[in-house]
């Protein structure tokens, strides 16, 4: 009824994802192996079946004395906590789910991770998938915003979903003389890697945002039928990038670089709707650009908006919490600390 399957049995994990009619990229084992480089923790996937429905998930285990705010305050690979690998997850369920066999997924789910000392899960649920409404019976589930999704019926779909300005910005790449390309050679890491660094550091993002060569590679050799680099040449030069993620018909905007010398170009823009374009032609439904920052309606998720004015996905994110008691006793040994603010919405509190 519930089987774990480790990164050591990629085959067979791969096998039980893809049983799954509405899988996605970020459920296959050579998607998490990338962020177990980047040390985001050890990649696990749940599987779990009975009678009238079964489940996966996908999560990372993470050794809470790894976390800087508890060095030496406890021991290691004693306690942990799980939480969706970077992107999109949460639970996918199949089957006839209702309120008893919902309640015994939780149960059999619940047990194991106390019985391996898992304090709490953080759940990133997919907008396409939309499976934050049946896990609302398991876990504490927060709407959180708006994210902008392309629909790819047909390419006449793609531009009639633009703004009309995003359409005067992309004929305007074009007659420029912007370029669209992609492949997937390694010399494009080479260029990906310094244009994307300076794009972060313009940003200012936190140092989590910034990945070595070997997470890139991961990226492209264990996901090499999943994965591709779009990228924008203008004057023989490269001047925006973008990684894209695909599976099982839908894209994924994944990460993304641009000059912002040549930012007049709207290459970006360019880049984006001949993306989706190619996967409208390779059979794709989807293509997820994502939101906000923090979910917020902020620039970034204004730039993506003008992709598709009718948009209606979504971004929630899902809480739960297995023992409570270590989970107060993590946050009592935090207290302790002046910068820790006992009232932060960040989950769990004691990473806060």
Request: some cysteine; glycine content about 6%; aromatic content about 16%.
């Amino acid at each position: 009824m519930f089987s774990i399957i480790t990164l050591d049995e990629s085959d067979k994990w791969d096998s039980i994802v893809k049983s799954f009619s509405n899988y996605d990229v970020y459920y296959m084992s050579g998607y998490t192996k990338a962020f177990k480089l980047h040390g985001d923790g050890e990649p696990i996937l749940f599987y779990y079946h009975d009678e009238e429905i079964r489940a996966i998930n996908v999560v990372m285990i993470r050794d809470i004395a790894e976390d800087k705010k508890f060095k030496d305050k406890i021991d290691s690979k004693i306690l942990f906590d799980i939480t969706t690998p970077y992107g999109y997850g949460g639970l996918i369920i199949e089957g006839t789910p209702n309120h008893s066999n919902l309640e015994k997924l939780n149960e059999e789910y619940s047990n194991y991770c106390r019985s391996k000392n898992i304090i709490s899960e953080f759940v990133r649920f997919h907008p396409i998938l939309k499976n934050s409404n049946v896990n609302s019976e398991i876990y504490e589930v927060t709407d959180l915003g708006k994210t902008i999704t392309i629909d790819l019926i047909s390419k006449e779909q793609i531009w009639n979903d633009l703004s009309s300005k995003n359409r005067n910005v992309i004929r305007k790449a074009i007659k420029s003389g912007v370029e669209i390309y992609w492949g997937r050679s390694p010399e494009l890491i080479d260029e990906f890697i310094p244009l994307y660094n300076a794009t972060m550091n313009k940003d200012e993002a936190a140092n989590y945002y910034y990945f070595n060569k070997e997470f890139y590679k991961s990226v492209l050799q264990d996901l090499k039928y999943n994965s591709l680099i779009f990228y924008a040449v203008y004057d023989d030069k490269i001047i925006s990038m973008s990684m894209i993620m695909f599976g099982n018909c839908k894209m994924h905007y994944h990460l993304s670089a641009s000059d912002r010398e040549n930012q007049s170009l709207a290459a970006t823009n360019l880049l984006l709707y001949e993306a989706a374009c190619w996967g409208c032609e390779n059979g794709y439904k989807s293509f997820h650009l994502g939101g906000g920052l923090g979910s917020k309606e902020d620039s970034l998720y204004k730039f993506k908006k003008v992709f598709n004015k009718n948009s209606d996905t979504y971004f929630s994110i899902g809480r739960k919490i297995f023992n409570q008691e270590q989970y107060d006793e993590l946050v009592n040994i935090r207290k302790y600390n002046e910068s820790f603010d006992e009232n932060t919405s960040f989950f769990p509190i004691y990473r806060g």
